[in-house]
Structures are given as structure tokens and as C-alpha cells.
């Protein structure tokens, strides 16, 4: 399935927010994010540099109504739409610790080459 532009951008404002939401604290906050092509697959990754995830945030980050943000301030509902929009494309959201602080969330979907003529 090739990716729907709107939802894949509903995925990319959620993965945005959480990373700024998580360095509200920092005196020097930097987002990164990154697109890649990887053999048969487009990697876009986006990276802050937080405090990063803790042991237990990383095995239940996905998991709904999960969230680590202060009660109130989130419903612990974004990863878990993002994760299930990602994997009905056909591939697959993980997140990374990144050394020496922050995290990395990466959205992998199979790379798909397209001819004019398919999109006429």
C-alpha cells in the first residue's frame, strides 16, 4: 500500500510534538529529522535531544492511553494511532535511545518507484 499523504502527515506533526514537547527543558533543544533511502525502504527519522526513554517508556511506548507526559497534558493515544497508521502501510514505527541523551523515533515504509504513468 503506498502511504496517504495526510495520514502519514498526522504521523510526522505527532512524532514533531512529542519531540519538542520533550525538550521543553533543554537550554540548547535540536530536532533532527532525516529521510533516507535504505535498499528497498524509505527510513524517515526524527530525533531530539531530551532526556530520552526511560526502560519502562521504551516497553510500553506504544501501548494505548501509555504516556509520560504530566496527567493532563496527554492522552497517551499519539504513538499508539502513529504505530497502528504506520503498520497499515505496511511498515513499521520503533524508537531508539540516542546516545548521550534524546531519543529517536524511525518510520520505516517499503520504498515504492513510481512511473508517470502510474500516476495519471
Known sequence: MIAESNRLEQVLINLLSNALDAMAA???????????LEDDAVSIRV???GPGLTPQARQHLFEPFFTTKDQGAGLGLGL??????VGEFGGTLSALDVPGGGAEFVIRLKSVV????DVE
Do not use: H, K, Q
Request: with cysteine.
Open 26 to 36: 533543554c537550554a540548547d533543544p535540536v530536532l533532527t529529522v532525516a529521510v533516507t
Open 47 to 49: 530525533r531530539d535531544n
Open 80 to 85: 499508539t494511532i502513529s504505530f497502528s497508521i
Open 114 to 117: 513510481l512511473r508517470a504513468a
